[in-house]
């Protein structure tokens, strides 16, 4: 597989990209290709679209960063893994933050879900969007991850594929090893993976017993301190990544998970 | 162990705690407790000062939070784990959410290093200190981890223990299996543990050699993703916590470590 280049700067595209392509860019990419990143005619960039790979262009047209000129393809488009990161929404920047981390992370999906103790009631889904977007585009990923509308915890329940892993971030958990607990569920990672990491002010009572009673679940303890939710994120994000993430199934394979 | 309470406000305190003191405020205190949290004579609130555990107080004085009265002791003291965060410096904000995020994971020292291509060269270390407690007093925390005067990476590595473990989180390691390469480790750890998280544009070639010369190193990757170096430092310590916890010393066992 190549390896990232991380010094070229990236940009989503939503264009179709081929060799040989010539792609118009809108005010903001042209603002900040020419006014942010000071490029010129000729300069290169990485483009992807999330579906066609990684990019080499170089900037044409007249006036400063108009277009785009595809040129070859430096990676091919791969499926993400199939881990679904699903969260109670915190305030503004917080958000924005914690949108961003996911991406990096690797989450292939967001979802939102609102529970007793969730302290935000509405949520920007386009704004979080964009954080996707920046998120993706600043750590050389291909995918796009989807951010779904935000459903209540027991919606979300209801919904998802049973034969999902869930992997739930619970402070009252056992501390004694959080990678086991993982390593044991190796085989049952074949549909996919939720995390659900909860709002700062925990679960309700009633919460907890709904979700105690999904099957494949895990209950992750992240130690003994009390983690903010952004950071809780990154930390079960990691650990899920560097347990099983050579036994997860990619998002391709799961044609239930597409949309 | 009793768990740490999450609801009620905690402050971080200068001065000795013993049962019947009475501690005086200072001004930007009695406006945190008085006009941030709306809290009035009688109220309670958790206090600590990283020596004496942490204790209940309530807020006494004529005027509202003048002062606290020390009541009983919630939680004693606890030696934190010996874990250095070693860390090129980032910019302003994300230097404030790269401080809190090391506390926050458990690190009980942060040593800023300069490196070839560190973006910052001067390092304002009292506002890190007081990012270190305000992380400290929102996750319960009741050590407060010491912030190193900026020192270049070849000063570090002189002056470290060469009897601790390094984690050099690299880009360029083996991803086969982050857990494993931490698990071999632990009996190594006895003398605590320094993770290092290099500078976003990676280390000089000459960096990395005087590196993977140190001792008791381990090459830890984080994954195909590149990542921001707060987001690394957040999954670097998750690794480390879940693998090595249980094994690490305490920095009281470490006299040398004690400044």
Redesign the interface.
């Known amino acids: 597989?190549p390896r990232?280049d991380?010094r070229t700067p990236r940009l989503f595209l939503e264009s179709p990209l081929a060799a040989g392509a010539t792609v118009a860019l809108d005010r903001s990419q042209a603002n900040y290709l020419g006014n942010v990143l000071r490029l010129g005619t000729n300069d290169e960039v990485l483009v992807f679209n999330g579906r066609d790979g990684e990019w080499r262009a170089a900037i044409s047209g007249s006036r400063r960063a108009d277009a785009l000129a595809i040129q070859a393809q430096t990676r091919p488009q791969q499926a993400a893994a199939d881990i679904s990161y699903v969260f109670a929404p915190l305030k503004h920047a917080r958000l924005d933050y914690m949108a961003q981390?996911a991406v990096?992370?690797?989450a292939s999906r967001l979802m939102p879900v609102s529970t007793r103790h969730t302290q935000v009631s509405r949520v920007n889904t386009d704004r979080m969007r964009a954080n996707v977007i920046e998120a993706a585009e600043?750590?050389?990923?291909l995918t796009i991850a989807p951010v779904d509308e935000p459903v209540t915890l027991q919606g979300f329940l209801d919904q998802r594929n049973p034969d999902r892993l869930l992997v739930f971030c619970d402070e009252d958990a056992d501390m004694a090893?959080?990678?086991a607990a993982l390593n044991r569920q190796t085989g049952a990672v074949k549909h996919g993976i939720d995390v659900l990491i909860g709002p700062e002010g925990g679960f309700a009572p009633e919460e907890r017993d709904s979700l105690l009673r999904q099957p494949h679940l895990v209950r992750l303890s992240?130690?003994?301190?009390?983690?903010?939710a952004d950071?809780a994120a990154?930390?079960?994000?990691?650990?899920v990544?560097?347990?099983l993430?050579e036994h997860v199934a990619s998002e391709q394979s799961q044609p239930d998970n597409a949309n």
Do not use: N, S, Y
């Open positions: 597989m990232p991380f981390k990096e992370m690797g600043q750590c050389g990923i090893d959080p990678i992240l130690g003994p301190r009390i983690l903010r950071t990154v930390a079960a994000l990691a650990l990544q560097a347990a993430a």
